[in-house]
Nanobody
Framework: RLVESGGGLVEPGGSLRLSCAASGLTFSAFNMKWFRQAPGKEREFVAQISNTGRNSDYADSAKGRFTIVRDSSRAMVYLQMNNLQPEDTAVYYC?????????????WGQGTQVTVSS
């Protein structure tokens, strides 16, 4: 099970940190990922971090603004989002996958809403 938290309303240029708590799975075996889905759009990849935490990968829209980290001792993964813009408004989902392939995910969370607006 994956449970996201930390979403909310923020002004343009602001920051949020999303959290994802994992339970019921061998956390250290999974690559952890963040996706988002804006209204009327398909779900898109945002960032991922390898099961060891040594490697990470970002969508072009996230590079330089978002940072993904994991705390394996707590089975948590975080997405630090800085300089948020209105186009970042979406429901953000956490996922876990044995594969590094963005499309291969074994578990999904329920999502947390991020709204960027003045």
């Amino acid at each position: 099970r994956l449970v996201e938290s930390g979403g909310g309303l923020v002004e343009p240029g602001g920051s949020l940190r999303l959290s994802c708590a994992a339970s019921g799975l061998t956390f250290s075996a999974f690559n952890m990922k963040w996706f988002r889905q804006a209204p009327g759009k398909e779900r898109e990849f945002v960032a991922q971090i390898s099961n060891t935490g040594r490697n990470s990968d970002y969508a072009d829209s996230a590079k330089g603004r978002f940072t993904i980290v994991r705390d394996s001792s707590r089975a948590m993964v975080y997405l630090q989002m800085n300089n948020l813009q209105p186009e970042d408004t979406a429901v953000y989902y956490c996922s876990a996958g044995m594969s590094w392939n963005h499309l291969a995910n074994d578990y999904w969370g329920q999502g947390t809403q991020v709204t960027v607006s003045s």
